[in-house]
């Protein structure tokens, strides 16, 4: 028997993790959109990868360090 309560929390949980997932997205594609050429449109894609993957070695080895 499951806690109705508990769905709930889960389903908002859910529904407020996506809306901010597209959000995000639909920053980077407008950004990606705004380049003028082929070229820059995938230099500006490499940049965010490489800002979001050094933001999470920074936040998995902090927190590594208060395990």
């Given amino acids: 028997m499951s806690d109705p309560v508990i769905e709930n929390e889960m389903r908002v949980r859910y529904a407020a993790e996506r809306a901010q997932r597209r959000l995000t997205i639909g920053a980077i594609r407008a950004d ?36």
Wanted: glycine share 0%.
């Fill in 32 to 67: 990606l959109e705004a380049q003028p050429s082929p070229r820059s449109v995938l230099a500006a894609s490499r940049r965010w990868c490489a800002e979001i993957t050094a933001m999470a070695d920074a936040m998995a080895k902090q927190l590594r360090n208060t395990e």
